[in-house]
């Protein structure tokens, strides 16, 4: 039994049973897997349907909404702004914000730096958010940061001193998208297309919300709690560098794979620098790096994301000591532990 066809058809990972028979446990639609062996993609696995009423079968170019996975695309291409001597990680973001300022717990000015807000150690609210029908009025990033109709979310600001406590913030991100589109005045998802998804051949990625209409039928559509279709087949995420990516495994894997190059200094799209920042605490009390969570395993260093928008989880893990690593996408809320599950499951058949 190969290592890919282990992981699907073995009944020890699911609880006794194989993953086909746990996604059908979780009523869960689709999922697709890309493993990567060796600095390179090895299988990619695809099962399911795009939506339940149409038989029309998920393939490797099917989109999911990446969720939270949009976080380290996007921290990528803060650190490529780095690179170039746009942005400073460590400066204080009021420089670089134009007709905002940041609230405060004690209306007292507070320095803020990008190193912080993309490590979840700024102390800034919001953990996540739920997006909006389609229909619905959508929100400027003006307003969702100041947490105004139609947003559906409350202010994002500083509720204690940066750098006290770990506090996984998509609200940072957002406040981090209004850095890059002050500094920059350029339409975002252009300029993330230009910064990463283009370089690194991510074509099947995007970060427009709401998808433009001749995308609609490339999409897995996301089911809810009730094993409902969401009206429109998804949730509206304006909320792009922290939950509004559409993207593929594959395409996951590529950016995975770049950045373990990089750590071996094998890359031309970032800098060896650059990455173990990236990838590395940035704090002692933190879980993340710049962008990624870190971890360990056998085989060494592992850094990743995982990613939960209603309708769609995804998980993603790579070890760059070996080159390996995994992505997983589904389209269910009710099926939200099988990422996680497959990603086990990969780690012990991978000796991880």
């Not at 406590?165 to 975002?188: M, R, T, W």
């Not at 609609?216 to 560098?241: K, R």
Request: net charge negative; glycine share 8%; aromatic share 10%.
């Amino acid at each position: 039994m190969s290592k890919i066809s282990e992981i699907i058809e073995s009944k020890k990972h699911y609880g006794g049973v194989t993953l086909l028979e746990r996604m059908e446990e979780c009523r869960t639609p689709a999922i697709s897997i890309a493993i990567v062996e060796d600095f390179e993609i090895s299988d990619v696995y695809t099962y399911g349907v795009k939506r339940k009423w149409k038989k029309e079968e998920v393939t490797v170019n099917t989109l999911f909404q990446a969720a939270s996975i949009s976080k380290p695309v996007f921290a990528v291409a803060v650190m490529r702004l780095v690179e170039r001597g746009i942005l400073d990680i460590d400066a204080d973001v009021s420089e670089y914000l134009i007709d905002y300022q940041v609230p405060t717990f004690d209306n007292k000015k507070h320095i803020i730096t990008l190193r912080q807000i993309l490590s979840h150690n700024a102390g800034l609210t919001i953990h996540g958010f739920v997006g909006y029908r389609q229909g619905q009025k959508i929100p400027t990033i003006e307003q969702i940061l100041s947490g105004v109709f139609p947003s559906n979310n409350l202010k994002v600001k500083l509720f204690r001193n940066p750098e006290v406590e770990h506090q996984y913030s998509g609200g940072g991100y957002v406040l981090a998208q209004k850095i890059v589109k002050d500094v920059c005045e350029n339409d975002f998802c252009e300029l993330m297309d230009e910064l990463v998804l283009s370089p690194l051949s991510m074509t099947n990625s995007t970060y427009s919300q709401p998808l433009a209409k001749g995308k609609q039928n490339e999409i897995a559509y996301g089911y809810d709690f009730h094993n409902l279709q969401l009206p429109g087949g998804y949730n509206i995420m304006p909320e792009l560098s922290a939950a509004g990516l559409w993207s593929t495994p594959s395409d996951l894997a590529r950016l995975g794979i770049e950045m373990m190059k990089a750590l071996k200094s094998d890359s031309t799209f970032l800098k060896k620098d650059t990455a173990e920042v990236m990838t590395t605490k940035a704090y002692e009390n933190s879980e993340h790096g710049v962008g990624f969570s870190v971890g360990k395993s056998k085989k060494g260093l592992t850094f990743g994301h995982s990613g939960s928008n209603f309708g769609y989880n995804s998980d993603m893990v790579f070890c760059p000591d070996n080159g390996s690593g995994i992505v997983i996408m589904q389209n269910a809320t009710i099926g939200d532990e099988i990422p996680e599950e497959v990603t086990s499951a990969f780690k012990e058949v991978y000796d991880w």
